[in-house]
């Protein structure tokens, strides 16, 4: 096992901080561009496909969305959605703590 970096993993019902992750060993296949994630490589999980995204497949998304072409890519979409979901509810996590 070695570790490896999402912020988007998530176990019992909680966000995972990237220094926890635990990847399985050995090299992985981005879901968006195909290419092989090292197991030292920053990636990002997404669960409503089981799979990892590189760096440059989560830019891809992020492009997508900036320019208004996400919708062309339902896969993406979703994935997508999926994160900003998680980011949303870790960020009123965050606020109830700071109250």
């Known amino acids: ?3 490896g970096f999402s912020f988007y993993c998530w176990d ?3 966000p995972v901080s ?3 992750v ?9 879901f ?10 920053e990636a990002y999980w997404t669960d409503e496909f089981d799979a990892w995204v590189s760096v440059r497949g989560y830019q891809m998304i992020e492009n997508a969305h900036s320019s208004g072409e996400l919708a062309n890519n339902r896969e993406w979409e979703i ?11 870790i960020a009123g996590q965050q606020e109830m703590l700071n109250e």
Not at 22 to 30: A, D, K, Q, T, V
Not at 32 to 41: C, R, S
Request: aromatic share 8%.
């Open 12 to 14: 019992s019902g909680g």
């Open 79 to 89: 994935m997508y959605g999926e994160w900003y979901a998680k980011d949303e509810s």
């Open 18 to 20: 990237p220094n926890d």
């Open 22 to 30: 635990i990847r399985l060993s050995g090299n992985h296949e981005c």
């Open 32 to 41: 968006v561009t195909g290419e092989t994630i090292k197991p030292e490589d």
């Open 1 to 3: 096992m070695t570790k």
